[in-house]
């Protein structure tokens, strides 16, 4: 059997972009909590998106053609611009679509709130980034909580940082991918060998050599760059484990397929260029997002902000309730008329 992919090389390559491509995403937000969604994707294979969209979903879908190439003739490595719009009752109805549990899908999560506060009424709405990364191992021991700072302050994509921000950034790229990526890697092909086992009826013992010698097969892969893909699989020969591969042979290109698919996620949303938009229905007074126009926010983050961690996106609008200001203006002029009245009154001196 031969693996498809080297995990010494995914664990240098799985975060990195080698394929950039534009993701847009815009969301119309209206007084009632109504929400018009817009998504523009780029895509080789029209009938298949990271998001899990399609027209049998209920999506209008636009399809344009991108060169991409010298040759416009040539369908090899075509990409097409594909537009998705959807219409939705209610944030929570978006929330069924985007944030269903899936190791192979982007995850969004969308937040409506409407609230009176007499002169004003302010509307909050966000979109939620969940985070690309899918891999069981917690990054959180190997990066820091000022790691976590820097990667909150970096500006929007194609920004200029400084040159310390630069060499900072280097410095994270190599934290998160040859030291994290390399680690949680590993920790997924020896959950899948460990599982492996248990379903094939072998003695518990067999578990344990497989831990005892957990150590010496990673350091053979964080040292050895040249290791045949099935190392991990083919290792148990070398440890002596009775593992019946022709039997399970089946099951293991099923459970590998599920990791690849998991593996091909992260890569391609972290090669996203992202644009995301909300328009509010009223001026907008507070927001995280990189530009404001009117009452546009616009972001374009960097997939590193949403890499490791959920990343949320919001705006908060405000319209003035103007027969408040009347009604209070009423009140007012009507309590001083009393008290004038109440102090020139013969009767109350």
């Known amino acids: 059997m031969k693996l498809t992919l080297n995990i010494a090389c995914l664990a240098c390559l799985i975060f990195f972009a080698s394929c950039e491509h534009n993701v847009s995403m815009e969301t119309t937000v209206h007084e009632d909590g109504t929400l018009d969604k817009i998504m523009i994707l780029e895509v080789e294979d029209t009938t298949r998106n990271f998001l899990g969209i399609s027209p049998q979903a209920g999506w209008q879908m636009k399809i344009q053609s991108i060169n991409n190439s010298a040759n416009e003739a040539s369908k090899e490595n075509k990409k097409w611009r594909v537009t998705y719009q959807k219409h939705f009752a209610t944030a929570e109805e978006a929330n069924e679509m985007f944030s269903k549990e899936s190791d192979s899908l982007f995850r969004i999560s969308s937040r409506f709130q409407k609230k009176f506060k007499w002169f004003y009424t302010y509307i909050y709405y966000s979109d939620t980034y969940h985070k690309i990364n899918r891999m ?121 397929g599920e990791l690849e698919a998991k593996l091909n996620f992260i890569n391609h949303a972290s090669e996203g260029n992202y644009t995301h938009v909300i328009n509010m229905p009223w001026n907008i007074v507070q927001t995280n997002a990189d530009s404001i126009s009117d009452r546009r926010a616009q972001w374009n983050p960097p997939s590193i902000k949403f890499l490791l961690r959920d990343y949320t996106l919001y705006a908060e609008a405000r319209k003035a309730n103007y027969w408040a200001f009347a009604v209070s203006a009423v009140i007012l002029i009507f309590t001083i008329y009393l008290f004038l009245r109440r102090k020139d009154s013969p009767e109350l001196r």
Do not use: C
């Not at 067999?206 to 045949?228: M, R």
């Open 136 to 256: 069981a191992l917690p990054p959180d021991d190997y990066i820091a909580k000022e790691d976590y700072d820097f990667i909150n302050r970096l500006p929007a994509e194609g920004s200029m940082i400084s040159k310390a921000d630069s060499l900072y950034l280097a410095e994270l790229h190599k934290k998160i991918f040859d030291v994290y990526g390399l680690r949680a890697l590993f920790e997924m092909y020896y959950s899948l060998n460990e599982q492996l086992i248990t379903e094939s009826g072998l003695e518990k013992h067999w578990l344990d050599t497989l831990q005892n010698h957990k150590p010496s097969l990673f350091e053979s892969i964080a040292n050895n760059q040249n290791l045949p893909d099935d190392y991990l699989y083919r290792a148990m020969d070398s440890l002596g484990i009775p593992f019946p591969y022709e039997r399970l042979q089946s099951r293991y290109e099923t459970l590998f």
